[in-house]
C-alpha cells in the first residue's frame, strides 16, 4: 500500500513538472538580450521597442515575448517588432506548349518546362516561406543520345548489331523528337597489369593469334554527338573488338569521361542519354590498388585526341562519385546488359537516380527497341533534387501528381507516368531555424533529375529588427553613452552590464552590488526571486510566462493571491503585489464577494424571498423555516393554496373552517370575483401568481388566483364552483341486472358445451370397446347344459361269483 501512495505521489509531481513546462514558452525561456536574438527564436517571438516597457525588477529579456502576451502586459501593437519572411518570383517564364508538327523550331534554350525560374525568399527563423513549383513535359523536345559499348572480345557478335544502329535508331527516334542526335564510345579497361596482358605482342593483339583485334584501351571516344546516322554506322563499322584478362571491366572510367568531357562529347542543354552496353560486370574505387594505382579519381575530363589517357594515373571512381557527375551534367543513364549481370545493374540503378536497366540479348540484337522503352520509363518521371542546403536551413516538398494524387516526404519530390504534355505540380516550404554567422544571402537550386533547366532560390536571412539600423551608438541613455540605443532597449558595449550598462565587469565588487539588492537591509537577495545585476535586481522568469517577479527588489508577485474555487482572486481581478484587485461589483480579499444582487432576487421579485439578506450574492435565509439559493423553499410548510383556502372560502362563500372568525383573520388581502376561470389572472413580471383548485366539503371544486404586487395580496375566486353531480340509479341498475344475466346465460352455454363434449367422448369410448369384443356366434358364453351324464361302475363285466 506504502508502494503505491509512493508511486501515485511520484507521478502527480511528474505531471505537475511536465505542466510547468508546457506552460513556458521559447520567446521567454530564451532569454533575448536585444531584438534580433528575440526573432531568431521563433516565428511567434515579438520584441517590444516602448522605452517604458519594462517593470521595475524586470530586465530586458522581458521585452521578448510572444505578440498576445505582450499585448497583455501593455504593449502597444505599433511598438512590437515582428519581421515576417516573403517570397518573391524574379522570373517567371509560362511552361511552353510546343507542338512537333508546327513549323517553327524553337532552340533547346528557348524551351521552358518548369516555372517560375528565380525567386528571392526572406527567410524568418521557425516560419517556413511557401511556393509553388509546376513542370510541363514539353512536346518534341530534342534528346542526345550517346552510347558506350564495351569492346572487350566477349562483345564480338555485338559490335556487328551495332554497326546499323545509328539510321535505325534515328528512324525511331522521329516518332518521339524532330531533334535527335546520337554519339558512339566505347571502352575496354585499364592498360596494366593485372587487367591486361603487358607482353609486346599481347599490345599489339591481345586475342588469339587467329583473331584480328585492336591495342588494349581504357576509353575512346569514337563519334561525337552528330545528328548524321550515316556517319555513324561508317564510323562503327571500323571499330574492332579489344581483349583483357578479367572479367570486369573498366566502364565506370568512361562514364566518367562521357559526363565530364562535354565538350568533347557534344552535349548540349538538352535530354541527354547515356546507353552503356555490357556483358560484364565493373570495377570501382579501390580496385586501381591491383594495378598499384592509388590515386583517387579527380572526376575530370582528361581525353587527348578523344582517348583517356590517365586510366594508369587515377583509380576507378566509386558509385558515389560518379551519382554526383551524372546528376551535375543532367545525364540520364540506361544499362543495357545481358541477363547475367541484370541483378547486379538493378541494385545500381538504386543508387543512381534517374536510370534504367535493360536486358541485352545476346547479340545485341534487341538493342533499340531497349533504348525506347528505358527512355518512356525515364522520361516519365520527375524527381526534383535541391542543391545542398545552408546550415539550419530545412526544404519539404508535396507533389501533385496525375489523379489527384498528393505525396509527402520523399516522395513528394517525384512524380510518375506523365506523359508528354501533362502539367504537375508541386508545393516547396523552405524553413530556417536560425541565422547563418555572418548573416548572408545564399542560393540553392531545385532541377528536375535529368532536364537542363533548374529554379535558383536566393536566401536572405531576417537576422535584426527594422528598428535596429535606427540605433543611437554611445547613446546618452545608456549610461553617459556606454552601449548603443536600439528598439527600445541599451545594447552594452563590450565589458559593461546592466539594464542601461550602468556597470563595467571589472569595476565594482560583488559586495557592494548585494547590498543594493538586499530590502530592508534583509539577509535575502532580490527576495530569493532574482539575480543582483550590476546592483539592481533582475527578478527570475517563471515557466509560466503569465506568471513573473517584480519590484525592485522582486519581492511582489502576480500568482501568490488569495484563491477561490481554485482560481486566482475567483477569476474577477488581478493579482498585484500579492494582493487582488477586484473588477466592479467584486469586493473581499479573493475578489469572490459579488456586490450584484441579482442572484438573490426569487421568483415573486422579492429579494431572498423577503426571508433573508443578500450577501456577496448568496442569500442568507432569516426565517430558519426557509431553505434554498433564495429563501423560496420550505420544507415544513403548507403550499399557498392550502394555506389561503380556509380564508378563500369563507370570503367568498362564506363556508369552511374558518367561517365564524372571517373578519378577524382573513382580512389580510384584496378580494376580487370572476365569472369564469378564464378571467383569471395570467402570469406576468410585475405580479406572482399562483393558481389553486381546492375541494370544499360538499366535494364541489373552487378555483382561485393568489397574486402579490408590490407587498399586496390580492386573491380573484371564480364565482360558482364546479359540483360533481349525482349518480342515476335507473342505468345503473339496469345495467346491473343485464350484465348479472348475460353473465348467468355465458355460464349456462359454457356448461352445456363442456356437456356435449364429455358426451361424445364417451360414446365414442363405449363404440371403440364394441369393436374391441370378439365372441363366438355360435356358443353363448353363459350357457349350461340341464344334461348330466352318469356311468355304471359295474357295467360290461363279463360274469363273476355269485
Not at 90 to 109: G, H, I, M, S
Not at 564 to 574: D, I, Q, T, Y
Not at 690 to 713: G, I, L, Q
Request: charge should be negative.
Amino acid at each position: 500500500m506504502e508502494m503505491k501512495v509512493v508511486l501515485i505521489a511520484a507521478l502527480l509531481g511528474l505531471f505537475s513538472l511536465c505542466t510547468a513546462q508546457l506552460d513556458g514558452n521559447d520567446c521567454t525561456k530564451a532569454s533575448a538580450q536585444s531584438c534580433g536574438e528575440c526573432i531568431q527564436v521563433g516565428e511567434k517571438c515579438g520584441w517590444c521597442t516602448l522605452e517604458a516597457f519594462l517593470k521595475q525588477g524586470e530586465s530586458k529579456s522581458t521585452r521578448c515575448d510572444e505578440i498576445e502576451a505582450l499585448i497583455k502586459k501593455g504593449c502597444p501593437d505599433k511598438s512590437i517588432e515582428n519581421p515576417r519572411g516573403t517570397v518573391s518570383i524574379n522570373q517567371n517564364k509560362p511552361v511552353t506548349n510546343r507542338k512537333k508538327d508546327v513549323a517553327e523550331k524553337l532552340k533547346p534554350d528557348q524551351i521552358t518546362q518548369i516555372q517560375p525560374q528565380k525567386l528571392t525568399l526572406d527567410l524568418r527563423a521557425g516560419e517556413p516561406q511557401k511556393f509553388s513549383l509546376k513542370f510541363k513535359r514539353a512536346e518534341d523536345y530534342p534528346i542526345d543520345l550517346y552510347y558506350l559499348m564495351d569492346l572487350s572480345f566477349s562483345m564480338k557478335d555485338d559490335l556487328e548489331n551495332v554497326k546499323n544502329l545509328g539510321t535505325d535508331l534515328m528512324r525511331e527516334m522521329q516518332t518521339i523528337t524532330s531533334d535527335f542526335r546520337i554519339g558512339f564510345g566505347s571502352f575496354v579497361e585499364k592498360t596494366v597489369m593485372p587487367y591486361i596482358s603487358t607482353t609486346p605482342a599481347k599490345l599489339l593483339n591481345p586475342c588469339t593469334s587467329d583473331q584480328n583485334c585492336t591495342s588494349p584501351f581504357s576509353y575512346k571516344n569514337v563519334l561525337s554527338l552528330t545528328a548524321d546516322g550515316q556517319k555513324f554506322n561508317s564510323l562503327v563499322s571500323r571499330q574492332h573488338i579489344s581483349g583483357n584478362l578479367d572479367s570486369p571491366e573498366g566502364g565506370f572510367d568512361a562514364i566518367m569521361q562521357v559526363a565530364v568531357c562535354g565538350d568533347q562529347i557534344g552535349w548540349r542543354n538538352v535530354t541527354r542519354l547515356l546507353v552503356f552496353s555490357t556483358d560484364a560486370g565493373f570495377h570501382f574505387a579501390g580496385d586501381g590498388k591491383l594495378g598499384g594505382i592509388v590515386l583517387p579519381n579527380d572526376g575530370k575530363c582528361h581525353l587527348t585526341d578523344n582517348m583517356y589517357t590517365m586510366s594508369h594515373y587515377y583509380d576507378y571512381p566509386s558509385i558515389a562519385h560518379l551519382v554526383q557527375k551524372l546528376s551535375d551534367n543532367n545525364i540520364q543513364t540506361i544499362f543495357a546488359v545481358t541477363e547475367e549481370f541484370q541483378p547486379v545493374y538493378k541494385e545500381l540503378k538504386n543508387l543512381i537516380p534517374k536510370s534504367a536497366v535493360g536486358t541485352l540479348s545476346a547479340n545485341s540484337s534487341n538493342v533499340i527497341k531497349l533504348i525506347i522503352d528505358a527512355y518512356n520509363s525515364l522520361s516519365s518521371e520527375v524527381i526534383l533534387e535541391n542543391t545542398k542546403l545552408p546550415e539550419g536551413v530545412s526544404i519539404s516538398y508535396v507533389s501533385h501528381c496525375k489523379n489527384g494524387v498528393s505525396e509527402t516526404g520523399d516522395n513528394g519530390r517525384k512524380c510518375s507516368n506523365i506523359s508528354i504534355g501533362d502539367e504537375v505540380s508541386f508545393d516547396i516550404a523552405v524553413t530556417a531555424t536560425g541565422c547563418p554567422s555572418q548573416g548572408k544571402s545564399e542560393t540553392i537550386k531545385i532541377k528536375p533529375l535529368g532536364f537542363n533547366e533548374e529554379v535558383t532560390i536566393v536566401l536572405n536571412f531576417i537576422c535584426e529588427c527594422a528598428c535596429h539600423k535606427d540605433g543611437i551608438p554611445n547613446s546618452p541613455e545608456c549610461h553617459f553613452g556606454n552601449g548603443t540605443l536600439e528598439c527600445g532597449a541599451c545594447r552594452c558595449n563590450e565589458g559593461r552590464i546592466g539594464r542601461v550598462c550602468e556597470c563595467s565587469k571589472d569595476d565594482v565588487r560583488t559586495e557592494d552590488l548585494d547590498a543594493n539588492c538586499r530590502m530592508d537591509n534583509g539577509t535575502d537577495i532580490c527576495s530569493n526571486n532574482g539575480d543582483c545585476i550590476c546592483g539592481t535586481c533582475e527578478c527570475k522568469k517563471r515557466d509560466n510566462p503569465e506568471e513573473r517577479y517584480e519590484g525592485k527588489f522582486c519581492e511582489c508577485d502576480n500568482f501568490n493571491c488569495d484563491r477561490s474555487n481554485n482560481k486566482l482572486c475567483g477569476g474577477h481581478g488581478r493579482c498585484e503585489c500579492r494582493k487582488c484587485i477586484c473588477e466592479a461589483n467584486y469586493t473581499g480579499s479573493a475578489c469572490d464577494c459579488s456586490m450584484d444582487t441579482q442572484s438573490c432576487v426569487a421568483s415573486n421579485g422579492q429579494i431572498c424571498n423577503g426571508r433573508g439578506t443578500c450577501e456577496c450574492g448568496v442569500c442568507k435565509c432569516t426565517d430558519q423555516k426557509f431553505q434554498g439559493p433564495t429563501c423560496e423553499i420550505c420544507p415544513t410548510c403548507p403550499g399557498v393554496c392550502t394555506e389561503h383556502k380556509s380564508c378563500v372560502q369563507c370570503r367568498a362563500f362564506g363556508t369552511g373552517e374558518l367561517k365564524d372568525k372571517c373578519d378577524q383573520e382573513c382580512q389580510y388581502f384584496n378580494l376580487k370575483m370572476v365569472d369564469n376561470k378564464e378571467d383569471l389572472p395570467q402570469p406576468n413580471s410585475q405580479a406572482y401568481l399562483t393558481h389553486c383548485k381546492e375541494r370544499d366539503a360538499n366535494d364541489c371544486w373552487f378555483f382561485f388566483t393568489y397574486a402579490t404586487k408590490n407587498e399586496t395580496a390580492e386573491v380573484y375566486v371564480v364565482k360558482d364552483p364546479e359540483c360533481p353531480a349525482g349518480p342515476d340509479i335507473i342505468p345503473i341498475v339496469a345495467g346491473l341486472v343485464a350484465g348479472i344475466v348475460l353473465i348467468g346465460l355465458a355460464l349456462l352455454l359454457i356448461w352445456k358445451l363442456l356437456m356435449i363434449i364429455h358426451d361424445r367422448r364417451e360414446f365414442a369410448k363405449f363404440e371403440k370397446e364394441k369393436m374391441n369384443a370378439k365372441w363366438d356366434a355360435q356358443e353363448n358364453p353363459i350357457y349350461k347344459s340341464p344334461i348330466n351324464k352318469f356311468q355304471n361302475p359295474s357295467y360290461g363285466r363279463k360274469g363273476g361269483a355269485l
